[in-house]
T-cell receptor, first 114, second 114 residues
Framework: QKEVEQNSGPLSVPEGAIASLNCTYS??????FFWYRQYSGKSPELIMF????GDKEDGRFTAQLNKASQYVSLLIRDSQPSDSATYLC??????????????FGTGTQLKVEL | KAGVTQTPRYLIKTRGQQVTLSCSPI?????VSWYQQTPGQGLQFLFE???????NKGNFPGRFSGRQFSNSRSEMNVSTLELGDSALYLC?????????????FGPGTRLLVL
């Protein structure tokens, strides 16, 4: 079982629709959760982070975390063609001494169609 | 504010050689992490440095090493290069290990091993 699993896609949604991206993780000790967007040929950029169970909204983006089910999701409302990218879920388990170890999923490719 | 810079941007080496990659973090950022990105394995954590100390290391062989200097700049070294080391090597900086939500990635160094 992979530590962080995502559906590779592509996930195709029409412009203006809601895109729903999902991620599951295996380590129950995971403490913080991140969503990165990566355009082709570019570096990942952080778009959302969430630490507590529930929903966190920022503009058109909502991150949802359910630690009991070991599940993180990202909703993108009013999807735009510029949202077309690969979305990486990352899970952090802090380690003794205060270090971090971010484990990434392989990413979901999102295509927003006109 | 300047972003994370990495040098060189592209590198071609042959098997058995060694390589050193450099990363300059965002001004004020004291934590630096390194990642390897390949089409097959995705984005994988290599190591994290803070205050010139390695805080954590990913599951990579000892051929991969790194260090951080007093000005927070970091280098990573790969010795005895193998074909499978061909990848995009990404450096990311954050204010400190407790604030991973401030992590920004550099543009990466693309390494090709022939």
């Amino acid at each position: 079982q992979k530590e962080v699993e995502q559906n590779s896609g592509p996930l195709s949604v029409p412009e203006g629709a809601i895109a729903s991206l999902n991620c599951t993780y295996s380590d129950r000790g995971s403490q913080s959760f991140f969503w990165y967007r990566q355009y082709s040929g570019k570096s990942p950029e952080l778009i959302m982070f969430i630490y507590s169970n529930g929903d966190k909204e920022d503009g058109r983006f909502t991150a949802q975390l359910n630690k009991a089910s070991q599940y993180v999701s990202l909703l993108i409302r009013d999807s735009q063609p510029s949202d077309s990218a690969t979305y990486l879920c990352a899970v952090n388990r802090g380690v003794t001494g205060g270090g971090n170890k971010l484990t990434f999923g392989t990413g979901t490719q999102l295509k927003v169609e006109l | 504010k300047a972003g994370v810079t990495q040098t060189p941007r592209y590198l071609i080496k042959t098997r058995g050689q060694q390589v050193t990659l450099s990363c300059s973090p965002i001004s004020g950022h004291r934590s630096v992490s390194w990642y390897q990105q390949t089409p097959g394995q995705g984005l994988q954590f290599l190591f994290e440095y803070f205050s010139e100390t390695q805080r954590n290391k990913g599951n990579f062989p000892g051929r991969f090493s790194g260090r951080q200097f007093s000005n927070s700049r970091s280098e990573m070294n790969v010795s005895t290069l193998e074909l499978g080391d061909s990848a995009l090597y990404l450096c990311a900086s954050s204010l400190n290990p407790q604030n991973m939500e401030t992590q920004y990635f550099g543009p990466g160094t693309r390494l090709l091993v022939l």
